[in-house]
């Protein structure tokens, strides 16, 4: 499945309203039970507006998830190691993330600016396994595209702060590039809604 939304306050309650059709798997899990839509792209057109929607039940949450990548929980952030500090076996870190930049730098062509996030001696079967797994960057009509792949998201609670943390990531790259904007390309293996927050949605619906 796939939806196109302009910002992220304007779509988050688009993306929501797709748990109303026939499309969500129901699956009982340990954490209760939840309606999936396994593979569901969400592609951001306007990733630098950064206004959360209205309704959004978490905004302390924003707040954290952007603080595990630009602010103080960086250090003790595994999402933000990952990406900013790869460690390879015998090496420094490495930034992953400006090295993909780098490369766009050299060549604005290359298909080659990916990144990692995803350690499968640490994740593969581990209790807290990271998502989002890894991405791409590329430049296609003069700008700049973010391919974000995630393991899973709660699109009720955890959609809306990565959206905006790599939409900023990504919209601060495009400047830094000199392009003229940037969109975000965003698949979840696993999209899913909890039952108790969906009937809370549709209370308020």
């Not at 507006?49 to 952007?66: H, V």
Request: with cysteine.
């Amino acid at each position: 499945m796939e939806i196109e939304i302009g910002t992220v306050a304007s779509g988050w309650q688009d993306v929501i309203a797709l748990y109303s059709g026939q499309l969500p798997v129901r699956v009982a899990t340990r954490h209760g039970v939840s309606f999936d839509i396994p593979g569901l792209t969400v592609w951001l057109r306007n990733p630098a507006d950064l206004t959360p929607p209205p309704g959004y039940p978490y905004p302390e949450l924003i707040k954290d998830y952007r603080d595990r990548v630009f602010g103080e929980q960086r250090e003790s952030s595994l999402l933000y190691q990952r990406l900013r500090r790869w460690v390879p076996a015998g090496g420094a870190p490495v930034d992953q993330f400006e090295q993909a930049v780098a490369l766009l730098r050299q060549d604005e062509h290359t298909r080659s600016a990916v990144f990692s996030t995803w350690r499968p001696e640490e994740d593969l079967g581990g209790p807290f396994p990271v998502s989002p797994v890894g991405g791409a960057l590329r430049i296609v009509g003069g700008e700049l595209l973010l391919f974000l792949t995630a393991r899973s998201v709660d699109v009720w609670v955890g959609l809306v702060p990565e959206l905006l943390t790599f939409g900023q990531l990504v919209s601060d790259a495009a400047l830094d590039l000199r392009l003229t904007g940037s969109k975000v390309c965003y698949q979840a293996w696993s999209a899913h809604l909890y039952e108790v927050d969906y009937l809370t949605y549709l209370s308020g619906a």
